[in-house]
């Protein structure tokens, strides 16, 4: 027998916007693969803020199912120096309108697609060590060359 699931409370830790390169697009038997290279961006919570650092990406892979799969490794730097390695994996589910949109270079908002990641910290930072305990998720919005995340603390 399955219990009944319990509710999940979340808490806002931050959003995150990442500025990228047009993506490298290579067809495959697999599928289409994208790689979109960082070149900057900021992050802003209550406990948590600084830039992102240019030279991260988020390798997409799109499957015959039309279904993206990211895979994003960025390296943040707080407002105060310190160093946190973020890896970030996660769906983006697109209907074809929505898709044809982020292909020609337009932008896809939250509510317009199921683009949901969910986001695992390193550091050695003695004021940051609690995000290498904590479990994220985030919503996404894809824009040209942009890409936002809403994040959520799981508590």
């Known amino acids: 027998m399955?219990?009944?699931?319990?509710?999940?409370?979340?808490?806002?830790?931050?959003?995150?916007e990442v500025d990228l390169l047009p993506p490298q697009m290579i067809g495959t038997p697999f599928g289409a693969?994208?790689?979109?290279?960082?070149?900057?961006?900021?992050?802003?919570?209550e406990r948590l803020r600084g830039e992102l650092l240019p030279g991260g990406g988020d390798w997409l892979e799109v499957g015959s199912d039309s279904v993206g799969h990211l895979n994003v490794r960025a390296t943040l730097r707080t407002h105060d120096g310190e160093l946190i390695h973020m890896q970030t994996r996660g769906v983006a589910?697109?209907?074809?309108d929505a898709r044809a949109r982020f292909l020609s270079g337009g932008s896809v908002a939250m509510d317009e697609m199921y683009a949901r990641t969910q986001l695992r910290f390193q550091t050695g930072a003695e004021d940051y060590a609690w995000l290498n305990s904590i479990v994220t998720v985030a919503k996404n919005e894809f824009g040209p060359n942009h890409v936002s995340y809403r994040v959520f603390e799981v508590l």
Do not use: K, S, Y
């Open 2 to 16: 399955i219990a009944a699931a319990q509710g999940i409370e979340t808490t806002h830790l931050m959003n995150l």
């Open 93 to 96: 589910r697109l209907d074809e």
């Open 33 to 45: 693969r994208l790689t979109f290279v960082t070149t900057g961006g900021t992050f802003e919570g």
